[in-house]
């Protein structure tokens, strides 16, 4: 059953993308639809026998993959509860996103390619997180880069595109080199690369310690921190972020899939895989910590000033990894793991409703140009309000709540009980859950309230005009004449069809029961420990004071959260003029927030001039000025001057080369005359 969950993708992908003349566009949409959705039928069983306590743990060979000296693994596939976790998230989401795709991309000409990658991506994906050992990981690992730069630079005719999937691949580069060495470092130390028996021996390595860079460090400290900047390659952390937003230049559907719901998890995925070794490295721990609450913290301020509804999503998808991060880094590996889970469902429905929003406003993305669109989009305008009372955490302690209510106040309240930087990452926590609430609401308010602002699109303007019957746009979302005239310049947008509408409904489900039907499973101090079963080191203590801190701890989430929903209301609906008063009396400061604190700008000024300083110095002075100048081309105009030199000398005439041929024999007995004296 594992073989055709991973390897059905792999052949979808195959056939799709090598075999598209042949089968058709619609054979290979139909081909690689299918095979996700076989898998991920396949992989709900497995999943749901974990939960009732049946599912049994093991690895399944597939083949003998390196045997050199000390070295050797085989291709496995492990699969436990953590994998299982991992195995609905991925195929649940992928299924769903290629079906949406049916009718997101529908007028594209390269439909069969763009199915090809998603299945590319999902089979690297599914390699990753069955992974039974570093190797193994480490090539789902660059396989779902790989697909990633392929998936965002799909519109490989966008400038905009192309240099986005370039940023992604080579800031996810800068990671991977940690996570190499974090590899060859475990090797070196555990000497085997298979995951079971390093996670066996990591205790033991405690205290110990190991040459790094000419000085000697705690063993287990270098290790998890070279492994943690992999991850926050992966998983966008504050330093590595810079390249999630960008990718938004890709189609909605690959935001959806990579960059809500899976590849953007596979780093808490390797935290949460490895959990033994961070537990025997608290100081890594610690910048794990650190890290996941910065990140949380810095992603959600930029996520209020954004207008595009796109990256509004992706700066609130780094701060929701914030939050995971903090989490593993406590020691709450379930509740981690456990808003990884719910997060995949109401993040993926945020931007599949957010692109059914894009689709019908003729593929205009800034909010300022929405308005009034819930009498328009009504079933498009539930699912984001589904997601949007999800991830801003609506719930009442003890009663009931949205998905994220449950895990994202789970890894709250295991942080203030954690105490020392846990406490600090709980009130970091609380501020951008605040945050979160406020441009949740905003995008909502923004978005499907107030008056329509569409006149002042000059997306919607085009729309319009072709409307007209002055031109034609065989790409644009349906669109007619508005009888009634409500001042939307004649526009009047229409609901998504019905393939894009499935997957908002399933991902809405999810958004308001999996946290309901699954919470207790995945942290309750009981239920949680006999559900991992080993697969993550599950804190049973922590766990316990997790569910016994204060009454004020667990309503304090809820109340930011209302917080949040008044000022949003208050400046987006009550008050409109607020935001624009309030942006003129701290303009520095949304100005900062706006720009994305400078990061891309410092980078720029850091490493990336420096950068083409050093390579336009070796192509002008080193290439041109020295390699070819006396190597490729020097020796080109040697040649071309003797050749001048000797068509000079042939001039064609008997009596030239005679009076030459004379001369060689005067100087052949000159010569003669001389030696032989």
């Known amino acids: 059953m594992i073989q055709a969950i991973v390897f059905l993708p792999l052949l979808a992908a195959l056939v799709a993308g090598l075999g598209q003349r042949a089968i058709g566009t619609t054979a290979a949409k139909l081909v690689t639809t299918g095979a996700l959705f076989a898998s991920c039928a396949l992989s709900w069983p497995i999943f749901l026998s974990f939960v009732a306590g049946t599912g049994e743990a093991g690895v399944t060979p597939v083949l003998h993959w390196v045997s050199s000296g000390a070295l050797q693994f085989n291709w496995e596939l492990r699969v436990d509860t953590l994998t299982a976790v991992m195995l609905v998230v991925i195929t649940t989401v992928s299924a769903l996103v290629h079906l949406y795709s049916w009718g997101y991309m529908s007028e594209d000409p390269d439909q069969p390619r763009f199915f090809a990658y998603l299945s590319l991506f999902t089979f690297a994906m599914l390699m990753l997180v069955t992974a039974n050992n570093l190797v193994q990981m480490f090539f789902g690992w660059e396989g779902v880069g790989l697909a990633s730069y392929l998936l965002i630079g799909f519109w490989y005719k966008k400038p905009s ?46 205290g110990s310690t190991i040459g790094f860079l000419g000085h000697r460090f705690d063993t287990m400290t270098v290790l998890c921190l070279l492994l943690f900047i992999g991850a926050m390659g992966k998983s966008a952390q504050l330093g590595l972020h810079t390249w999630l937003p960008d990718a938004m230049e890709g189609p909605t559907p690959v935001s959806a899939l990579i960059h809500a719901a899976t590849m953007v998890t596979a780093g808490v995925f390797m935290v949460c895989r490895l959990s033994p070794m961070f537990e025997a490295a608290p100081v890594a721990a610690g910048v794990v910590t650190f890290v996941g609450a910065a990140t949380c913290f810095f992603a959600a301020t930029v996520g209020t000033t954004q207008w595009d509804i796109k990256r509004v999503i992706a700066y609130s998808t780094c701060s929701q990894l914030g939050y995971m991060f903090f989490a593993a880094g406590v020691g709450a590996y379930g509740a981690a793991m456990f808003h990884l889970f719910t997060h995949a469902f109401f993040k993926a429905l945020l931007f599949l409703g957010a692109g059914s929003v894009i689709h019908a406003m003729h593929h205009e993305q800034d909010m300022r140009y929405y308005g009034g669109l819930r009498k328009h989009i009504p079933l498009t305008y539930w699912a984001m309000m589904m997601g949007t009372l999800a991830i801003t955490g609506v719930g009442i302690a003890g009663v009931a709540g949205f998905a ?30 605040l945050l979160t609430s ?52 004649g526009y009047h947008p229409h609901e998504s069809p019905i393939n894009m509408l499935i997957p908002l409904g399933v991902l809405s489900l999810g958004a308001v029961f999996a946290g309901m039907l699954f919470n207790h499973q995945f942290i309750y101090p009981e239920e949680g420990a006999a559900f991992w079963k080993g697969s993550l080191a599950f804190n049973e203590h922590l766990m316990h004071a997790a569910h016994e801190v204060p009454l004020w701890v667990k309503w304090m989430p809820f109340t930011v959260m209302a917080i949040g929903l008044f000022l949003a209301w208050n400046s987006y609906i009550r008050n409109t003029t607020l935001p624009a008063r309030f942006v ?71 009596y030239g080369y005679a009076f030459v041929m004379l001369l060689g024999l005067v100087g052949l007995a000159s010569w003669a005359m001389v030696k032989f004296q």
């Open 161 to 206: 595109a192309n240099a986005a999937a370039i940023k992604a691949f080579v800031v996810n580069r800068v990671g991977d080199l940690g996570f190499m060495l974090g590899i060859f470092g475990t090797f070196l130390v555990f000497g085997t690369v298979s995951i079971p028996e390093i996670l066996a021996a990591a205790p033991g390595m405690a």
């Open 404 to 433: 994220g209510f449950y895990s994202k106040d789970g890894i709250l309240e295991a942080a203030f009980a954690a105490g020392g930087g846990g406490q600090i990452a709980f009130w970091v926590g609380i501020f951008a859950a």
């Open 438 to 489: 406020f441009y949740s609401w905003r995008l909502v308010f923004l978005t499907f309230y107030g008056k329509p602002r569409w006149e002042q699109s000059e997306h919607i303007q085009h729309a319009v005009h072709d409307d007209h019957g002055h031109g034609h746009d065989d790409h644009a979302p349906a669109a007619h004449h508005d009888a009634h005239g409500d001042g939307t310049a």
């Open 584 to 654: 003129a009396q701290f303009s520095l400061l949304h100005k900062f927030l706006f720009n994305k604190w400078y990061f891309d700008e410092l980078y720029n000024f850091l490493f990336v001039k420096p950068a083409f300083a050093i390579g336009r110095f070796f192509w002008k002075r080193g290439d041109e000025g020295t390699i070819d100048r006396f190597g490729p081309n020097g020796v080109a105009a040697l040649v071309q001057g003797g050749t001048r030199l000797a068509v000079r000398l042939q001039s064609g005439y008997v």
